[in-house]
């Protein structure tokens, strides 16, 4: 089963603009963490935020949780033509004492043009 | 230099046969973890390992098969009984204590 829902499925934004995308997903989560997948290619992870956490930063990133929504958002500023890919979140509702198991959304493709 | 290795990167397999995806990782991680992505689509958990000579079925164990004799490694089989087995397939792995995964670069495989 996948927990998250991505949206939108495709995003197509000019240079310089910003980009945002959203998850929502159904259960309580320990965590909740955001990757970015070039066409082809295993998955890179970008950021990640606890449940007890509102929002974080990382360069060009802003994360933002609302667990009574049971949501997320991912922002990208200023984005560059290197920024085109697929990004997924991915929810962590691992227990005290065991390891993490990942539930993926079905992914926002992103695609920057000069 | 650490990382997570999976090969072969394309495989093709006929109909009725099995075959073995590896996944080799030396970051020393204690988790790992094999995914399914379909076109568009985002992953699927088939099998994870916490611990060696210990395996779990993820949400879509059916048709496939692993091992976890060292902590390096955990191969995938994928059985004659994986009646629509053409996907992409994602290896990763996880320390016990810190989060985030670390993916390879996955295996391409493909029914003819």
């Known amino acids: 089963s996948q927990q998250g829902e991505e949206d939108p499925q495709a995003l197509s934004i000019q240079e310089g603009e910003n980009a945002t995308m959203n998850c929502s997903y159904k259960?309580?989560?320990?965590?909740l963490q955001w990757y970015r997948q070039n066409s082809g290619r295993g998955l890179v992870h970008l950021i990640l935020i606890r449940s007890n956490e509102r929002e974080k930063h990382s360069g060009r990133l802003r994360v933002t949780l609302d667990t009574s929504k049971k949501s997320s958002s991912l922002l990208i500023t200023a984005s560059r033509a290197a920024d085109t890919a697929s990004y997924f979140c991915a929810t962590d509702a691992r227990n005290t004492g065991t390891a993490s198991k990942l539930t993926f959304g079905t992914g926002t493709r992103l695609q920057v043009t000069l | 230099d650490g990382g997570i290795t999976q090969s072969p990167k394309y495989l093709f397999r006929k109909e009725g046969q099995n075959v073995t995806l590896s996944c080799e990782q030396n970051l020393n991680h204690d988790a790992m973890y094999w995914y399914r992505q379909d076109p568009g689509q985002g992953l699927r958990l088939i099998y994870y390992s916490q611990i060696v000579n210990d395996f779990q079925k993820g949400d879509i164990a059916e048709g496939y098969s692993v091992s976890r004799e060292k902590k390096e490694s955990f191969p995938l089989t994928v059985t004659s009984a994986q009646k629509n087995p053409t996907a992409f397939y994602l290896c990763a792995s996880s320390p016990w204590d810190v989060d985030g995964y670390t993916f390879g670069s996955g295996t391409r495989l493909t029914v003819v």
């Open positions: 259960t309580s989560i320990n965590n």
